[in-house]
C-alpha cells in the first residue's frame, strides 16, 4: 500500500514543480526595475505576431478568426516566453489553444530586471487588427 501512495505521490509532485522550474517567483510589473521588452520594434514585432501566432489561424464555418485578444505571458530570465494564457474569453478553446502555442515560439525578448538581476515576469500582450479580404 505503502508504495502505490509513493508512486501516486510522485507523479503528482513531478506535474506541480515542472510548471515553472527556472522561475522560483514570477514578479508583476509594479515590482519591477525594467520590464520584460520585446527587443525589435513595434513593426518587427507585429510582424512576428502575424507570421508566427496568426499565420495558421482560419476561418471557421461559423464565424471569423480572432481578430483581437489580450493574453498574459511569463518571460524568464533568460527572455524565453515559457507559459502563454489567453485572456479573452469569447476566443473559442481551438484558437486559444492554437495562439498559446504559437506565442510560445516568440523569440528576441528581453528580460525584466529587478536592481540590475534579471528575473521572470508577466507581460500582458494586447493585439487586435484588421482582416482585408
Known amino acids: 500500500m505503502k508504495q502505490y501512495f509513493f508512486i501516486i505521490f510522485l507523479i503528482f509532485s513531478i506535474g506541480i514543480f515542472a510548471q515553472n522550474a527556472e522561475c522560483e517567483k ?38 471569423m478568426m480572432p481578430t483581437r485578444f489580450n493574453a498574459k505571458v511569463t518571460i524568464d530570465s533568460k527572455g524565453k516566453i515559457i507559459e502563454s494564457l489567453i485572456l479573452t474569453e469569447e476566443i473559442e478553446t481551438k ?29 500582458y500582450i494586447v493585439v487586435s487588427f484588421i482582416l482585408w479580404n
Open 26 to 63: 514570477i514578479h508583476e510589473a509594479e515590482n519591477l526595475t525594467k520590464e520584460a521588452v520585446f527587443s525589435g520594434s513595434n513593426s518587427q514585432f507585429m510582424k512576428l505576431m502575424m507570421d508566427s501566432v496568426f499565420c495558421d489561424l482560419k476561418t471557421t464555418e461559423y464565424g
Open 95 to 123: 484558437y486559444k489553444e492554437q495562439i498559446n502555442e504559437n506565442l510560445l515560439k516568440l523569440d528576441n525578448w528581453l528580460p525584466a530586471e529587478i536592481d540590475g538581476h534579471k528575473v521572470c515576469s508577466y507581460y
